[in-house]
């Protein structure tokens, strides 16, 4: 059992936000509720108006929010002096004092200015002088990207004493991230956005886990999908400690941490045993949505990945209770099904009953259909169909799959779809016509207009069902499909290894949701969705 964590968040936003979904959250009161539940004890916050409008707009809402507040820590969006809207660095210096804000937040591409010596040379070298943190923004996820990356290795470069983090790095960023890690020291990033596969792990090793930090990007995303990346990390506890706030209570020069919440007041086993890093033993857990590259594999197409074959994938969810995962093989949706489903093969030899198949088949490319149903369903026992549109290229209602579909429904297979163009009237039509098909709506969480279009198909099809998995790990969208169409018709997925599966577990296992509703996303519904799978004898 891991010692007790102190969580202090190095990236949440409060206020008004332009495009903000009906139901998605954003009160300062639901922030400081989700920090008690999921029990993160302090936060570094800025104002969406201070990005969206300008700073002096937004840096006054945070100050109040802040000064009333002792979990909560102010960081201010600032802009280059020479216009006149801004402080000259020197008065900046002395009204962050005078606010007692520890960190300041960048946007170049957002205000239109260049990230050069003659516009931030002054900014960034009083900030070094003072021993502040800068923050800049990737903006990878959701946004236009807002910094590039040799405008940081120029930032790094020229300020070595500068203590730089990024927020909103993605797993694909790896083979850019890591040249820059190892040749800045004062380069820092959190993991919100960069749910990479065993990350933390893999950092710790190459330069060590000062410079890694727990970043949530509350009110957007979930915050137990970021702690629980750090509880059920392969770490010491001085390595957890020091990313979940040690490092950020450091650059902060924050000598007292936060207050402790008081005792957990709940009878929910699942965010018990999530709360100390614990596998979920007392129940099926399945894994309806992972993927595999081939065996030893480290990395497939932009994407580098830490330990992604079978044997990485299954040891990796064995840590969360996982007992079950289903896969179809990144080879075979990328673009030689042949050779992929011998990957998905080869696991499941490796890993009986442990790994079940999914079948990618390529329309464009399959002369034979029956000769694929006896060697894929027959003899090797697959049990799902994963067309893939963004690889191959055909709606999922094109008249070349439908051989797919009719034997899918003849036998009450499980299809994976992940979105298409015309997704919505693509499965208006699919099930209709193949109500025996499981249809498991890929990514349903991605965003809030792919739920609510997931949800109405999940209405209108009792076979349709709301499988989960995305890196947004949209906040309260769990809540939001439970609440529409029950738990019983959401599932669990992590769509490893390309993203680590301990955020998108963690994501349900904090959800605001009962007991029992977890349970039947972690596992009851898809034991249930297995069983009806009747594969030709």
Known sequence: MQSELTYFDCFAAIGRRAGKDPKAPWTTEHLLSEMERCRIHGALIFAHQARETHPQVGNPIVNEICHANERLVPCWVVLPHHTGEFPHPDQLLRDMEAHNVGAIKIYPHVYWHDVNEATLGTLLGALQEAGKLLIVDRGEYGDAVQIDWPEIDWMC????????????????????????????????????????????????????????????????????????????????????????????????????????????????VILQKSLQGQPIDDMTVIDAHAHIVQKHGRGAARVAMNLADAAGVVTRNRKLGVDKTCISAWTAIWGDYKLGNEDTITAMRDFPGEIIGYAALDPNYVTDWQAEFDYYYKKHRFVGMKPYFPRMGRPYNDPLYDPWWEFGNAHNLIALMHPSDNFYNEMLDLGERCPNISFLLAHSGWNWPIARQHVELAKKFPNCFLEITFTSVTSGSIEYMVEEVGSERVLYGSDAPMRDPYPQFGWVAYADISEQDKRNIFGRNMEKILARVKLPE
């Open 157 to 268: 470069t020229n300020y070595p004493q500068l203590p730089v983090l990024l927020h909103s790095v993605r797993w694909e960023a790896t083979r850019r991230l890591v040249p820059l890690a190892h040749k800045h020291n004062n380069l820092h990033f959190e993991f919100s956005s960069y749910q990479g596969n065993r990350m933390l792990e893999f950092f710790c090793e190459e330069i060590g886990h000062e410079r890694l930090l727990f970043g949530t990007e509350a009110m957007e995303k979930s915050m137990g999908a970021a702690r629980a990346y750090i509880d059920y990390a392969d770490l010491s506890d001085e390595q957890k400690q020091a990313i979940a706030g040690g490092n950020l209570m450091r650059l902060l020069h924050i000598e007292q941490p936060p207050p402790p919440y008081p005792a957990l007041k709940s009878d929910d």
